[in-house]
């Protein structure tokens, strides 16, 4: 199975501030680098797919880019409804795999 | 628009069943392959298992091989989970999603299942 590795595994940050969370994949899984944003009590929502695509509805604030093994989600003006914690996800090879996530908080 | 909703969920002593379902609006199940996802508390996401648009096609993760289940009925345009064997780390929201190695772009809102005696 491939394995994804987010870094940081939380980070605080404030309104206004650039955030950028990165996700290493244990083998080369081409563009097929998932991002997804999941809030408290709330299913996981897509954001970015295929590395650097935003899912239609996502602002953008949010960008993708990386390819191979490493990818980085940024964030460039963080909004008080970004609070939350974010997961990439390859779809490179079965099974799909998730990063652990990363908490952005206040 | 589109919505999936889950259901099923519960309180379930280990060794147990359940069987989950996911319920699809607003598009058309059969041109979508589907998946389950879980998450246990406080924790990340798992992938379990999908099923092509068809049914032809099923693949489980590791660990719930051989124990749980996927199915579908196009015409009912529901997903489905049956969960046999259950098992304590069984325990967590179950969430069904639209995709398989595509991105997962619609997920319910999610069922939790507790395994507990």
């Known amino acids: 199975d491939i394995q994804m590795t987010q870094s940081p595994s939380s980070l605080s940050a404030s309104v206004g501030d650039r955030v950028t969370i990165t996700c290493r994949a244990s083998?080369?899984?081409?563009?097929?680098l998932n991002w997804y944003q999941q809030k408290p009590g709330k299913a996981p929502k897509l954001l970015i797919y295929?590395?650097?695509n935003l899912q239609s509805g996502v602002p953008s604030r949010f960008s993708g880019s990386g390819s191979g093994t490493d990818f980085t989600l940024t964030i460039s003006s963080l909004q008080p409804e970004d609070f939350a914690t974010y997961y990439c996800q390859q779809s490179s090879n079965t099974p799909p795999t998730f990063g652990q996530g990363t908490n952005v908080e206040i | 628009q589109v919505q999936l909703v889950e259901s099923g969920g519960g309180l379930v002593k280990p060794g147990g069943s359940l069987r989950l379902s996911c319920a699809a609006s607003?598009?058309?199940?059969?041109?979508?392959?589907m998946s389950w996802i879980r998450q246990a508390p406080g924790k990340g996401l798992e992938w379990l298992s999908y099923?092509?648009?068809?049914?032809?096609?099923?693949k489980y993760a590791d660990s719930v091989k051989g124990r749980f289940t996927i199915s579908r009925d196009n015409a009912k345009n529901s997903l489905y989970l049956q969960m046999n064997s259950l098992r304590a780390e069984d325990t967590a929201v179950y969430y069904c999603a639209r995709g398989e190695l595509s991105p997962l772009d619609q997920w319910g809102q999610g069922t939790l299942v507790t395994v507990s005696s």
């Open positions: 295929a590395t650097s």
């Open positions: 607003g598009f058309t199940l059969s041109d979508y392959y």
């Open positions: 099923i092509s648009s068809s049914s032809s096609y099923t």
């Open positions: 083998q080369t899984i081409s563009s097929y």
